[in-house]
Structure formats: C-alpha cells, structure tokens
T-cell receptor, first 114, second 113 residues
Framework: GNSVTQMEGPVTLSEEAFLTINCTYTATGYPSLFWYVQYPGEGLQLLLKATKADDKGSNKGFEATYRKETTSFHLEKGSVQVSDSAVYFCALSPYAGNNRKLIWGLGTSLAVNP | DAGVTQSPTHLIKTRGQQVTLRCSPKSGHDTVSWYQQALGQGPQFIFQYYEEEERQRGNFPDRFSGHQFPNYSSELNVNALLLGDSALYLC????????????FGPGTRLTVL
C-alpha cells in the first residue's frame, strides 16, 4: 500500500539554525511528493513538490529532493526564521499526474525561537 | 485570483444534528476533494468530486455525503453527528487531468457537543 512516515516532533530550533525534517514513503506506483505547511489556525499551504526521481522542489528557502533509492523526501532549510514556526506535512499522490487522494504523514511541529 | 474559499469558518452543533459545509474551488479548477483533520493529526481523505460525480471515496461512513454543482462548487453533508466528528474540514481544489497538486481552503472548524 501507500504510506508516509515523518519524523516526530516537536522540533525546536533557534533562529538561523539548519532545519531537516525527515520523510520516507512507501508507494506501489510512481508517486508525486509534496510538502505542505499549516500555520496556527489556518488551512494547508503547498510549500513545494516533486514529481519524479531526483527532482528537487524548492520554495521560500526550503528544499526537498525526491530520492527513489531511499524512498525519501526530506525537507531542509539552511537558516530558519521565527516566521517558519508551523506544522509541516509530507504527502504523496500515488500516481504522478493522476489526480486522486493525497496520502499524508502525521505532521511535524516546528517552533523557532528568537 | 480568488483561491479556495470555504464557509462557514466555525460551526457548533449537537449530537444527532446534521451539517452542511460549502466550498468554492480556485478559478479554473474542476475537481474538489474533502478531508477531515482531527486535532494534532494529518488530514484524512473523505471523497473527491469531478463532473458532479463522486470519483473516489475514503474510509468514511455513509453519514458523510457530498455534492458538486455545475459551477464546480461543492458541499459536504454530515448526518447524525457524533462527538468524534469534531474536526477541521478541509476542501481542496485541483484539475482532473495532467496535474495532481491540490490547493486548500482555510477550512471549517466543526465542534460537536
């Protein structure tokens, strides 16, 4: 079956620290992979995506590379800001380009202190 | 360009009641998906609508039903509310063909007392 596993939070960092949030997946097909962010009291915002192996998604200083050999899509940012405090969700779409349901991880809460 | 909109923002109901939530997709999108997000959890897929038909359904009871209108907007109906239905209900819009990126609305917070 299809599933997503994220590292457990909460993650607490100081401003300007390096961020990694691990995400691994299992999929029966060739999935697209996504990172969404949820700020307190808000809905989900698409942060970045990748649709095939070795693709790198990037946005707002965040990056993630689609690694088929390790079935991973880890989120990284070189220097976090207080405004990055949110919950981050890794998700997959089971067949790239085929619009069906998204499969979600449990989310990782990030708190950045000044 | 308006994004995905949902109404109402918050709703309080009592057990056994029925509720209707509404969603307008992003301009140009023809597909609407609904998700339930319990506190501290990831979203759970309820169903997806395209061309006014339910195209895919998650593991939710028949108390959860939906509808899509010709203008692509959608409703989620929940009958016989249970305490466990308290959650954030998220609507996502997308294109049926050629892309699988879903864009989310702000959600409706449902509290069942």
């Amino acid at each position: 079956g299809n599933s997503v596993t994220q590292m457990e939070g909460p993650v607490t960092l100081s401003e300007e620290a390096f961020l990694t949030i691990n995400c691994t997946y299992t999929a029966t097909g060739y999935p697209s992979l996504f990172w969404y962010v949820q700020y307190p009291g808000e809905g989900l915002q698409l942060l970045l995506k990748a649709t095939k192996a070795d693709d790198k998604g990037s946005n707002k200083g965040f990056e993630a590379t689609y690694r088929k050999e390790t079935t991973s899509f880890h989120l990284e940012k070189g220097s976090v800001q207080v405004s990055d405090s949110a919950v981050y969700f890794c998700a997959l779409s089971p067949y790239a380009g085929n619009n069906r349901k998204l499969i979600w991880g449990l989310g990782t809460s990030l708190a950045v202190n000044p | 360009d308006a994004g995905v909109t949902q109404s109402p923002t918050h709703l309080i109901k009592t057990r056994g009641q029925q509720v209707t939530l509404r969603c307008s997709p992003k301009s140009g999108h023809d597909t609407v998906s609904w998700y339930q997000q319990a506190l501290g959890q990831g979203p759970q897929f309820i169903f997806q609508y395209y061309e006014e038909e339910e195209r895919q359904r998650g593991n939710f009871p028949d108390r959860f039903s939906g509808h899509q209108f010709p203008n692509y907007s959608s409703e989620l109906n929940v009958n016989a509310l249970l305490l466990g239905d308290s959650a954030l209900y998220l609507c996502a819009s997308s294109l049926a063909k050629g892309a699988d990126t879903q864009y989310f609305g702000p959600g409706t917070r449902l509290t069942v007392l």
